[in-house]
């Protein structure tokens, strides 16, 4: 028979929130940690907004968040939720592996990067790292080196020297949104968002509208 002053003392189980757009994963990752102690899968969420409202929620000690999201991708989603929540620890789980992914989600805030094709074992590892205050990031991936990338000035991407607002404007016409749609939803006139949508092509390089898609895809920045 187990003590009861042994189970009172123990501390509460640190609370996850699991944001990806597919249920699938929500469902395995749920599965996985409902076998661990000390670990609690505290909610979901399928899209950027959806983990924004989440977090503030919830407020959960730990968001396993992807990337590639609908709407508002992980990297915006966990800029937004750890200026509002810093001591939360964010721990990405992507199919995106390459370095400039890895890059990016740090310089966002997360402390930790699991890709995908990893296995459900290091992904409880990865998570009890960063809840104890460490750093993690899968193998192939020189941890000293991920927290270089930390504090060195490397240079921005083209899409993170986008405003908040270029960013969504850029999120809405790639979704299909027109000019006018765009202005309604922000409250701003359609010569306005003409202009963000001028603004956009010149900082990232392109031409036209289907080259801007062209540049989401390629850089993986939204779930299309």
Not at 63 to 73: A, R, S
Not at 93 to 104: D, F, K, W
Not at 117 to 125: E, F, Y
Request: proline share 5%.
């Amino acid at each position: 028979m187990s003590n009861p002053l042994v189970r009172a003392s123990s501390p509460p189980p640190v609370r996850l929130l699991v944001v990806d757009d597919h249920g699938i994963v929500r469902d395995g990752i749920t599965a996985l940690f409902e076998r661990e102690d000390g670990l609690q899968i505290a909610g979901h969420a399928a899209t950027g907004e959806e983990a924004i409202r989440a977090a503030q929620r919830i407020r959960p000690d730990m968001i396993i968040m992807d990337l590639v999201l609908p709407g508002l991708n992980g990297i915006d989603a966990t800029r937004c939720i750890l200026s509002q929540l810093p001591l939360t620890r964010i721990l990405v789980l992507s199919g995106c592996g390459t370095a400039e992914h890895v890059y990016r989600a740090m310089r966002a805030g997360a402390r930790g990067y699991v890709v995908k094709a990893a296995s459900g074992a290091m992904l409880v590892l990865a998570v009890r790292t960063v809840i104890a205050g460490h750093l993690y990031v899968s193998p192939g991936i020189i941890p000293v080196a991920a927290e270089q990338l930390l504090n060195d000035p490397i240079p921005k991407t083209p899409y993170e020297r986008l405003s908040a607002r270029e960013r969504e404007v850029l999120h809405r016409i790639v979704a299909g949104a027109s000019s006018s749609d765009i202005a309604q939803h922000l409250a701003l006139s359609s010569k306005t968002i003409d202009s963000y949508r001028s603004r956009l092509m010149v900082k990232l390089g392109v031409r036209n509208r289907s080259a801007l898609i062209r540049f989401v895809i390629d850089n993986e920045l939204i779930a299309l």
